[in-house]
């Protein structure tokens, strides 16, 4: 790593300014073997991948920045101005993306009304503001992907030789494709704040505003792809070669298998196979709809009640998120292996409108979710000079926890129908006000492995399948997603609760210290209900507080 910085620092009357601007380079790599095996006898298909061979990633970075203070008042009036800017130069040898450059500004402004006013109820009232962008890259693993492999059956006999196993796969290998349209996922951040010294307490509050911009979505690629399979049918009847006998070749580039004599008696024979159409499964990064995040963070620290030599303070937090992913994303049926005839691979892809958020490749019911939280914690601390002990006590709650999974088409319109019968694929459009209902998803467009680049619309067709081809009706029901459950959509709002931490701690003369901390000192076991399913569950080991747990320090200072 090298850097440079250098800093000019002036004042004119009132106003002070320090400017800085610098450079870094950065360089980075591993320098370890990767994963392996050190005994190939026992992984004889492992397929070893080096980190020492990966190519080292150097970044540049350029950036200035311009502080300003400006004293305004006879009251300790101050105004504070931060304005930067960063340019970040990365390039990894190899890439498909090249050398890429990003640039990430902030603003910040803080205004100091007035401070050191003790005669007025309020000593000192500030607010203060900022907005900021960063850019985040994707990870190294997309800008130089590692190799993965595809492992399909292609033969595999009942008997074995030496009693040793036979096994032959159709070996596909593939990257990560590259999208020349993906485009760099960043963040715009915005935060406005009030800070009080009042006589009788310090506030202060700050809300923010998060938007996710493009955030990398990978989505599956799905190619036409023909291997040949070659059954335990073809071994079976009046084979001239005895099982004992046989030994087992297949050719690496065709997939014929070959089975020879070890006696020499049998000229060598090639058995049958099939040819099999199915799909290479590949994947690709491309970008995502926008997702949201706001809040409010409060505290309120008290003036110490002087005769009780007790402080309290008031924290807590209210958080909101809501993401709905739009992108078109393709998805085969997981449950579907096969066509109506129980031999040939399924044939067909869906396109669906989204998918759950977090990166999921597939299709499901869900394409995004919603949640608020209310969090608000009390701090008592209390000190007793005579015995040298300091008690501090810490409640922990959660006044509101709502979360919902959202099904929300493009501009508001429905995505998905309530179904009757969970058993069915028709129903009526989901709005989001249903409740306790089961619904299915049905993708936007389908394409067949005859025809992969024509997206045939979904619900043209299967609307004409149900009345006319019961067989291609049941093949394109393979494609409908639906809910486990009739309340898998239903809001969800879990009751208050409460957690309560305690620790005392006694100092003995002037180096020694002892503590004891004790965190859900109570060991809560409280049931809190569920308004998505309406069942009560006790909060015990549930995650929504931490375990009961307890332990003892000793601090010495020398």
Do not use: H, Q
């Given at each position: 790593m090298l850097k440079l910085k250098a800093k000019w620092n002036h004042r004119a009357g009132q106003l002070t300014s320090r400017?800085?601007?610098?450079?870094?380079?950065?360089?980075?790599?591993?320098?370890?073997?990767?994963?392996?095996?050190?005994?190939?006898?026992y992984a004889p298909t492992w397929r070893e991948y080096r980190y020492d061979r990966l190519p080292w990633m150097h970044n540049m970075a350029l950036y200035g920045e311009e502080r300003v203070h400006l004293a305004l008042g006879d009251h300790g009036g101050l105004l504070q101005l931060t304005a930067g800017v960063r340019d970040d130069i990365t390039h990894i040898a190899g890439s498909q993306y090249g050398t890429i450059s990003t640039v990430s500004p902030r603003f910040n402004l803080r205004y100091t009304v007035w401070e050191r006013r003790d005669d007025w109820v309020v000593n000192r009232l500030s607010v203060y503001g900022g907005w900021g962008k960063s850019v985040k890259l994707p990870s190294f693993e997309v800008l130089y992907p590692a190799p993965a492999y595809a492992d399909r059956m292609a033969f595999t006999p009942a008997s074995t030789v030496d009693n040793k196993a036979f096994y032959a796969y159709s070996v596909t290998p593939f990257k990560p494709l590259h999208n020349p349209g993906l485009k760099w996922q960043y963040a715009q951040q915005a935060e406005l704040g009030l800070e009080v010294d009042a006589r009788f307490a310090s506030i202060s509050l700050s809300a923010f505003y998060n938007k996710t911009c493009r955030p990398y979505l990978r989505t599956s690629v799905y190619?036409?792809?023909?291997y040949r399979y070659t059954s335990q049918a073809s071994l079976e009847g009046d084979f001239p070669i005895a099982s004992a006998d046989r030994l087992y070749s297949i050719d690496r580039t065709t997939g014929v298998v070959t089975v020879e004599d070890r006696t020499g008696q049998v000229s060598p024979l090639t058995l049958d196979y099939q040819t099999r159409n199915t799909f290479n499964a590949n994947y690709t990064y491309v970008n995502g709809s926008a997702i949201t995040r706001s809040g409010l963070d409060w505290v309120i620290?008290?003036?110490?009640?002087?005769?009780?030599?007790?402080s309290l303070r008031i924290d807590g937090s209210y958080y909101h998120y809501h993401g709905v992913e739009h992108t078109l994303i393709a998805s085969m049926p997981s449950g579907a292996r096969y066509m109506s005839d129980g031999i040939t691979p399924y044939q067909y892809v869906g396109y669906y409108q989204g998918t759950a958020q977090g990166g999921l490749a597939y299709a499901t019911v869900p394409n995004g979710s919603v949640t608020d939280v209310v969090n608000n914690n009390v701090t008592i601390i209390t000190h007793i000079p005579a015995i040298?002990?300091?008690?501090?006590?810490?409640?922990?709650?959660?006044?509101?926890?709502?979360?919902?999974?959202?099904?929300?088409?493009?501009?508001?319109?429905p995505r998905g129908y309530v179904l009757d019968d969970p058993a069915d694929y028709f129903g009526t459009p989901y709005t989001g006000a249903e409740r306790d209902c089961y619904v299915a998803l049905w993708p936007e467009y389908y394409t067949t492995w005859n025809q992969p680049d024509v997206k045939v619309p979904f619900a043209e067709r299967f609307i004409w399948a149900r009345d006319h081809d019961s067989q291609l009706f049941n093949e394109l029901a393979a494609m409908v997603v639906k809910t486990n459950y009739n309340y898998n959509l239903n809001p969800d709002r879990i009751s208050a609760y409460v957690s309560g931490n305690i620790n005392i701690t006694k100092e003995i003369g002037n180096h020694v210290s002892v503590s004891f901390l004790a965190n859900n000192f109570w060991n809560s076991m409280a049931r809190v209900k569920s308004r998505q399913t309406g069942l009560r569950t006790t909060i015990y080991n549930a995650g929504y507080i931490p375990p009961f747990y307890y332990g003892l320090s000793v601090r010495v200072k020398l």
């Open positions: 400017l800085m601007a610098g450079v870094e380079w950065t360089a980075t790599g591993n320098g370890g073997r990767g994963t392996y095996y050190n005994d190939m006898r190619s036409p792809f023909s620290d008290f003036k110490p009640v002087t005769c009780l030599r007790t040298r002990l300091v008690i501090s006590l810490r409640l922990e709650s959660t006044l509101y926890d709502s979360r919902r999974s959202l099904s929300e088409g493009a501009g508001g319109a």
